[in-house]
């Protein structure tokens, strides 16, 4: 799904679920999205202008791309992200 398609389902109100997942392939940030459709339920993950899965390098960057289209909150699964940082 590109960013105008979810726009479009942001005004509709269509939007039921936003759930970002780590990606240890993409070593980065995913965003699926959940929403409604006359079929059902569908899921789709967020795409580039020109194809392909958009990644995020960190978890500010995806906030900062949501919140400048209008979402505020959303899911996130950390399943597979190791501690890689120094400990404190």
Known sequence: MKIPK?????????VR???VLHETAATGWTVQITYASRQGERCE????????????????AVARCLAGLGLTAFRVNAAGLTGEDEPL
């Open 6 to 14: 979810l726009q479009v389902l942001i005004e509709a109100g269509a």
């Open 45 to 60: 993950i967020l795409e580039r202008q020109r194809g392909g899965v958009r990644g995020f390098a960190t978890l500010d």
């Open 17 to 19: 679920k936003v759930e």
